[in-house]
């Protein structure tokens, strides 16, 4: 664009220029011509200048002359002398155009030329054939008054007085001999606006050209700023969206202690409302645990992936890993403190899953020893316990004692085998099951127990539910296994509840009692082996049931409160989803 206007300011400096120059030369070619046409009055006076008007052209040519304007006024020649000059010296001498003198003396328009005199000395000549003969010659050289003017003269002269001294007629009236006049008119002036004018449009183009440059540094500037502006809040918006969706709390306040941010995972370990923490004290806001920590900061200390236990208004407690940290700017002014909490929940929970598989592992390798050191051994004691107990009569104490013995040895080789299958991995066959008729037979197989107990079964299956892929005989034993424990623990009678929904992508079965309950203390150790709370349990069966809902990639909750019954939560994932 800046280009573009500094060509159309040098386009309208040029057409100005030769408009000045054309108008300029015309100017002077009109004045040059008008001072001819006086000039040539005047020598027509000048030939009358004997009947009574007399004129004097040399001194009316000086005194033109000597206008600050006008340099020179000549007459000149055929032959190039010349023959009248405002300075009378150079009247007699050569002029400098004479080789053109004969062309110029034949042109009866003015015309105009710039010519150079020397010693850069420029100047703008007009020139004509010098033409004082009246309008009709012919007639005023015939008639009385020319004879009577030729009478009165001596020579054939004209009369010193009337016009130039030692002038031949001939050099004026004759038209072989006509001589030019030429009138240089001093070209400073005209150069000199020339010269302005291009000074002119010279300031001007580069006031243009600076404008164009201006605004192509301001449109430069302009799409600069609109791009980091744009940048700036893409980079803001960007930030701002990672702050916020980060599974980490983020929490920033300032020199005041007042919250300036402050991320919606922080809002849920808090238990407070984003929007009324805001600008808030923070020693009002965070636990103890949490402000304690930030003192430690606040008196130089380093606080990196502590963990403190957080209690929620819920009375839950949760593991958190604070980092502390100080913000600087780049000016070295302090701008606050930015508070990192990251849960560890998960990751206790999978420390927890190590250390029982860690305790599986060892059990299986002393469960896999001991069944081999105490099953040939247990054989051979239950052989000769029946044995002996047939030696005795049918009804005796001998022989009772006898069958006893068997009895046990049977039930610790149960004992053997529950620890064994517990402890040896397994493989799953998995298939697509129907999970309505598949929850309905594992429910009649329980009918019966259920209805001895008088423990009245409830069944809630979601209209959704169709098939899921699973293991049907070790899901069956899950099962069977929380049925009857929860038959079990209604000594006097309730409810047996079974459940199955969809809920994200697993499908939960949960069955539920109207118990006694479990304490608290119970439940953190429920599916260890061999912790039960029965007399006569042998504390594998939940164990069991875990190590097969793992392996199912699920998972198992338990809900009890003591006196309110308790109800076991079974997570399998759907497939595909």
Request: proline letters at 3%; charged letters at 25%.
């Amino acid at each position: 664009m800046s280009f573009l206007l500094i060509a159309v300011v040098v386009f309208q400096a040029m057409v100005n220029y030769n408009r000045e120059k054309k108008y300029m030369s015309k100017l002077l070619k009109e004045k040059g011509a008008a001072l001819i046409r006086s000039f040539e009055a005047g020598a027509k006076i000048g030939m009358m200048g004997k009947l009574g008007n007399e004129a004097n052209l040399q001194a009316l040519l000086e005194e033109t002359a000597s206008q600050p304007d006008i340099a020179y006024i000549v007459l000149v020649g055929r032959d190039g002398i010349i023959l009248a000059h405002n300075n009378k010296q150079m009247i007699g001498t050569r002029f400098n155009d004479s080789g053109h003198q004969k062309k110029i003396s034949a042109i009866d328009k003015p015309q105009w030329r710039i010519v150079d005199r020397g010693g850069n000395l420029k100047y703008f000549e007009v020139y004509k054939t010098f033409l004082p003969i009246l309008k009709n010659p012919g007639r005023f050289s015939n008639n009385k008054v020319m004879s009577k003017m030729g009478e009165q003269c001596d020579m054939p002269m004209w009369c010193s007085s009337g016009w130039m001294k030692g002038m031949p007629a001939d050099l004026i009236l004759s038209p072989e001999n006509r001589p030019a006049i030429f009138i240089g008119m001093d070209i400073g002036p005209f150069e000199e606006a020339i010269k302005e004018d291009m000074h002119n449009s010279v300031i001007m183009v580069s006031v243009i050209f600076l404008l164009g440059m201006a605004g192509v540094v301001s449109l430069f500037w302009a799409q600069s700023f609109t791009r980091s502006r744009r940048l700036l809040q893409d980079t803001r918006a960007f930030a701002s969206e990672t702050m916020a969706n980060l599974p980490m709390g983020i929490i920033v306040i300032n020199e005041n202690n007042a919250i300036t941010y402050i991320n919606d995972t922080a809002c849920l370990f808090l238990e407070k409302n984003i929007h009324t923490v805001k600008e808030k004290n923070a020693k009002n806001i965070f636990p103890d645990e949490l402000w304690e920590l930030h003192k430690i900061v606040k008196n130089g200390g380093i606080v990196s992936e502590n963990e403190i236990i957080m209690e929620t208004v819920k009375n839950k407690t949760i593991p958190l890993s604070v980092t502390v940290t100080d913000v600087i700017g780049e000016e070295g002014n302090f701008i606050g403190f930015v508070f990192i909490l990251r849960d560890l929940s998960d990751i206790r929970d999978l420390e927890i899953q190590v250390q029982r598989k860690e305790k599986l592992a060892a059990l299986g390798t002393l469960a896999a020893g001991v069944a081999h050191e105490v099953r040939n051994p247990l054989s051979s004691i239950r052989g000769y316990a029946t044995f002996f107990g047939n030696l005795f009569e049918s009804d005796s104490e001998n022989r009772k004692a006898a069958y006893v013995m068997a009895e046990e040895v049977d039930r610790v080789n149960r004992v053997i085998s529950e620890l064994l299958e517990f402890a040896r991995p397994f493989d799953l066959k998995l298939k697509k099951t129907d999970i309505v008729q598949f929850i309905n037979n594992s429910l009649r197989i329980i009918k019966h127990e259920a209805e001895t107990a008088n423990v009245t079964v409830i069944k809630k299956i979601d209209k959704s539910i169709s098939s899921l892929k699973i293991d049907p005989d070790r899901f069956s034993q899950v099962l069977l296994n929380l049925y009857i424990n929860a038959i079990q623990e209604m000594k006097s009678g309730g409810e047996l509840t079974v459940k199955v929904g969809i809920k994200e992508e697993a499908m939960v079965f949960e069955v539920s009692d109207t118990g006694q309950g479990i304490s608290p203390e119970d439940q953190a150790s429920i599916f260890n082996p061999y912790f039960t709370t029965k007399k006569m349990g042998t504390g594998l069966g939940l164990a069991i049931v875990h190590k097969i809902v793992e392996s199912h990639d699920g998972s198992i909750h338990i809900t009890s409160l003591e006196g309110k019954g308790t109800t076991f939560a079974v997570f399998i994932p759907i497939a595909g989803k």
